[in-house]
């Protein structure tokens, strides 16, 4: 019933950018704390960014403030990652998750929805 779908990943070049979408359903969005995770073979999942379900506060990982920009559109179920001024160390399968009254949303331990995950490959 619950379902995050991300699309929108691809193969970009360093300074590039990138929009991803993450289309929810079977919950009310404005109701969950959503955001974008990341994770690189071998490596463990890390936060990118998120929107608190108390207040809407956005929340970034301090190495993607000023270049990525998360937003959502509770109407649409929709949540997305505008990435900028990309760099191969962004390639990653980048996760959409949700989490029901969530506020400090940068945990991926703290999440209970996920989707399957796009891949973003930043290389010239």
């Known amino acids: 019933q619950v379902q995050l779908v991300e699309s929108g990943g691809g193969l970009v070049q360093p300074g590039g950018s990138l929009r991803l979408s993450c289309t929810a359903s079977g919950f009310a969005l404005d109701y969950y704390a959503i955001g974008w995770f990341r994770q690189v073979p071998g490596k463990e999942r890390e936060g990118v960014s998120c929107i608190s379900s108390s207040d809407g506060t956005t929340h970034y990982a301090d190495s993607m403030k000023g270049r990525f920009a998360i937003s959502k559109d509770n109407a649409k179920s929709t949540v997305y990652l505008q990435m900028t001024s990309l760099k191969p160390e962004d390639t990653a399968i980048y996760y959409c998750?949700?989490?029901?009254?969530?506020?400090?949303?940068?945990?991926?331990?703290?999440?209970?929805?996920w989707g399957k995950g796009t891949l973003v490959t930043v290389s010239s």
């Open positions: 998750a949700a989490d029901p009254y969530g506020s400090s949303c940068l945990e991926p331990y703290g999440m209970d929805y």
